[in-house]
């Protein structure tokens, strides 16, 4: 499986519900310290099922400014999931998605 896959692979298993960081998604695709290359396979992602909007940056913002309109898209579909968005944030310690070793090994055929 390339990078890319990887990456899409792991952002399809997040939650509804439930956020991840950038980083996060590298991690857990096997590819540490690589958050700028999900971004990129995310903007180059041409999936509408892809649950893009569950990525963000490490402290829990969004990476789009809050009053553009990829932000308030970001945010809307975050609110329809339950995930309460405050000044462009969300609260990791409430929404991040914490998977066990077993879901992530199981579910990407490592």
Known sequence: MDKPQKIISVVKL?????VASYGQVADLAGLPRRARLVG?????ADDSSL???????????I???????QG???TAR?????????????DLKK???QPSLTEILL????
């Open 40 to 44: 990129k396979v995310l903007r180059e």
């Open 51 to 61: 649950p893009w909007h569950r990525v963000l940056r490490a402290n829990g913002t």
């Open 72 to 74: 308030q898209h970001q």
């Open 107 to 110: 579910q990407l055929n490592y």
């Open 14 to 18: 997040i939650p509804k519900g439930s």
């Open 95 to 97: 929404y991040q998605w």
């Open 78 to 90: 975050l609110n329809q999931e339950g995930i309460v968005v405050v000044s462009n944030k969300v």
């Open 63 to 69: 990476a789009f400014e809050a009053q553009s309109e």
